[in-house]
T-cell receptor
Framework: AQKITQTQPGMFVQEKEAVTLDCTYDTSDQSYGLFWYKQPSSGEMIFLIYQGSYDEQNATEGRYSLNFQKARKSANLVISASQLGDSAMYFCAMRGPSGGYNKLIFGAGTRLAVHP | EAGVTQFPSHSVIEKGQTVTLRCDPISGHDNLYWYRRVMGKEIKFLLHFVKESKQDESGMPNNRFLAERTGGTYSTLKVQPAELEDSGVYFC????????????FGSGTRLTVV
């Protein structure tokens, strides 16, 4: 079965510093996708970044990068130069054939607070 | 491009009543998904439509939940009768290309059953 584990219920970071949000996953699939979503207080789920299991390079999207370590089954999100607007819930998710390729499997989330 | 729209944004109903949630996907997105997050738990998949057909409804918790997608456009999720454990946030998402995995989520409907 597929599983996503986010071990940090809450994180604090100073504005302009970098922060890493942890995500580990468990799957027997060879082909799978990993996602990070942001949920601000307004409620919408905002797609941040995607990493395919066969992508050789770590995904990057602006200030977001995904530190993909396949052998360790980790897909940590790195936010560089944190901003106050980064304060939100962050969810790691995965998708793969064994879980039903249509479904995203989510972790419990990490609440990030950015302090000025 | 308009995003995924869900309404109502909040709903408070009494146990035993019926509630209908609506989702308008992004125009042209054939794939529509429902997810929910019950308090304190992970976001869980409910079901997936491709156009008007249910592709996968393995996440629907029980037969009190009924989802429809009329003409492959908007979708409704009806809970009848609602129970206390149905409280949570119900998200809808849509995508145009499943392989690219670019799901766009709505803001969710917060359902409270009292």
């Amino acid at each position: 079965a597929q599983k996503i584990t986010q071990t940090q219920p809450g994180m604090f970071v100073q504005e302009k510093e970098a922060v890493t949000l942890d995500c580990t996953y468990d799957t027997s699939d060879q082909s799978y996708g990993l996602f990070w979503y942001k949920q601000p207080s307004s409620g919408e789920m905002i797609f941040l970044i995607y990493q395919g299991s066969y992508d050789e390079q770590n995904a990057t999207e602006g200030r977001y990068s995904l530190n993909f370590q396949k052998a360790r089954k980790s897909a940590n999100l790195v936010i560089s130069a944190s901003q106050l607007g980064d304060s939100a819930m962050y969810f790691c998710a995965m998708r793969g054939p064994s879980g039903g390729y249509n479904k995203l499997i989510f972790g419990a989330g990490t609440r990030l607070a950015v302090h000025p | 491009e308009a995003g995924v729209t869900q309404f109502p944004s909040h709903s408070v109903i009494e146990k035993g009543q019926t509630v209908t949630l609506r989702c308008d996907p992004i125009s042209g997105h054939d794939n529509l998904y429902w997810y929910r997050r019950v308090m304190g738990k992970e976001i869980k998949f409910l079901l997936h439509f491709v156009k008007e057909s249910k592709q996968d409804e393995s996440g629907m918790p029980n037969n009190r939940f009924l989802a429809e997608r009329t003409g492959g456009t908007y979708s409704t999720l009806k809970v009848q009768p609602a129970e206390l454990e149905d409280s949570g946030v119900y998200f809808c998402a849509s995508s145009q290309d499943r392989d690219r995995a670019r799901y766009t989520f709505g803001s969710g409907t917060r359902l409270t059953v009292v």
